[in-house]
């Protein structure tokens, strides 16, 4: 059993990973809540079903075409939906839940409220550890590590990843420094959704598709961001891993309780609201910089 949590709680944390530092490095960037976030996930997965099931493309073609095209898009909404409302938050906040619903109810429109399969774009299992591990989790886990560290290059080792932490830092010295912060948030909306998308894509032949899909992960995700705190990528990466290994101790230790997960993960995040507010490593904001 210890085993098989260590793996499952792996590759989960890998998933969330990428969902919540793509959340935290919006807000970090742009103060921006984007309750969407799990909904363009979700969008990413109807997006490579309709691709490889209903088109026939190849996989790989599949989940390029979908992370590219919902990327794209994620751009247009943030246009015309987020940027006019953008210096008042609790607009922000509420057109973003819209554009969440509004994507629930095309997907219902034009799928149906019905579970979707995708065939596995993988089969056989490795041994990892004594533990029959399917490679397509272990894709997964492959992508969700290569991603992150993709990440990690492009915030440290690029200019336009200077612009992202010096906005993040102070928006208004870095825009009297001559950045242009709305094209730096119009990017770091890009990378965000384009992690989003890749979770979506990878995790879609393991589970099912569905209207609702982006629920369950936005919870888990939010418990994530304020266990690590807001904005913090490193905070996000060690929430998620804890979050990721807390749901697979829960699900192996409890079989019958497995839908407990959701309610342990709200839980932490409760708890940690109570004791730290800022979490493990955020910033305690005394006032809007």
Known sequence: MLQDILVTGLVNGGVYALLAIGFSLIFGVARIVNIAHTAFYMLAA????????KA???????????????????????RLVIEPVREHESAV??????????????????FGGHYLGIPS???????????SVPYQRLLILVVAALMLVATWALLYRTRLGLAIRATANDIEVASLMGMNVDRVAMATVAISVALAAIAGVVVAPVLVVDPFMWLSPLVTMLAIVVLGGLGSLKGSLIGALVIGYVEAITVFALPSGAFLKGAVALSIMVLVLLVRPEGLYGVVFEEER
């Open 93 to 110: 906040l509420i057109a973003t839940i819209a554009l969440a619903l509004v994507f629930q109810e095309l997907m219902l429109f034009s």
């Open 46 to 53: 109807y997006c490579f079903y309709s691709l490889l099931v």
């Open 121 to 131: 774009t993988l089969d056989g299992v490795v041994n990892l550890a004594g533990v």
């Open 56 to 78: 026939g493309l190849g996989f790989a073609v599949s989940g390029i075409v979908s992370v590219a095209a919902v990327t794209l898009f994620s751009v247009l909404c943030y």
